[in-house]
């Protein structure tokens, strides 16, 4: 699934094509998404102006001069295509610019999602009424605050967006491998100290992820069709059984139902 950097590698991608341009044609080709297109899409950005674009976690926002936001989710293999020399079939939404530059929305599995709201009232859409702060808005202070009496693995706990928005498996994976954390620990029993070395941890990860352009796994590509990079640099996730930085062996477990790599020897 793309995470925050290959959400926010997208958004800059799109920004270079979008920013300040108006939109000619949006026309919603397929309506098989995890949830139905709104069905006055075309009709409220066709002819619009786009006036920024910006992340909220692993969403991605692109603001126009008419009051609205388009809000899209990629899902698990969803990326956007800039300028395909054909149209595929599992491209869902087509976007057209003035100087004819064309979009399109790719999402083979079709877990993503497209809303489009009033930007004034982005603050009650459905994910984010609930959505913590950003990592990079985040200190070791208020994360300490958030996960206070909390006994469920601290692993877990960042993956809930409710504490922090927009951290995924792979790089709460490899911020906790720089903290020296085990992934294991009770997130109320972090002390304040390890916590100081988590949170720089986390806003490094996710700088690298994003200079890198994301991690390619499968499906993510950025939307000029350049993969990413970050996957080289991977520490220990995906990495079991190999030999860890500090001499030890990557393990991999299961850890509420998802997989978690990490180094039994640095990693307390």
């Known amino acids: ?17 979008l920013q300040g341009r108006r939109l000619t044609r949006v026309e919603p080709r397929r309506p098989d998404l995890r949830r139905a297109f709104p069905e006055d899409l075309g009709q409220r950005l066709t002819g619009a102006r786009v006036t920024s674009l910006r992340r909220r976690a692993k969403y991605g926002l692109i603001d126009t001069d008419r009051g609205d936001t388009l809000i899209f989710h990629l899902g698990m293999s969803g990326r956007w295509r800039i300028d395909p020399s054909e149209i595929d079939k599992h491209d869902h939404l087509l976007v057209e610019t003035e100087e004819g530059r064309r979009l ?5 599995r079709r877990f993503g999602s497209v809303d489009l709201l009033p930007t004034a009232e982005l603050a009650s859409f459905a994910g984010f009424e609930e959505m913590g702060p950003e990592p990079f808005d985040l200190t070791a202070e208020e994360l300490r605050d958030r996960l206070a009496g909390r006994t469920a693995a601290i692993k877990l706990l960042l993956l809930d967006q409710r504490i922090v928005a ?5 790089y709460v994976c490899e911020a906790l491998h720089r903290a020296g954390i085990n992934p294991n620990r ?3 029993k972090v002390s ?17 992820a994003i200079a890198a352009g994301g991690s390619t796994l499968r499906d993510y590509a950025q939307p000029d069709g350049e993969l990413g990079y970050f996957s080289k640099s991977f520490a220990v996730y995906d990495r079991a059984g190999e030999q860890c930085g500090c001499g030890g062996e990557v393990k991999r477990f299961a850890q509420g139902g998802r997989s978690t790599w990490y180094c039994p020897r640095c990693q307390r």
Do not use: F, S
Not at 166 to 170: A, Y
């Open 1 to 17: 699934m793309p995470e925050l950097p290959e959400v926010e590698t997208t958004v800059r991608g799109l920004a270079r094509v």
């Open 192 to 208: 304040l100290d390890r916590l100081r070395r988590l949170v720089p941890a986390i806003d490094a990860v996710l700088d690298e």
């Open 104 to 108: 399109a929305l790719n999402d083979p």
């Open 166 to 170: 927009g951290l995924g498996n792979i």
């Open 186 to 188: 009770a997130g109320g």
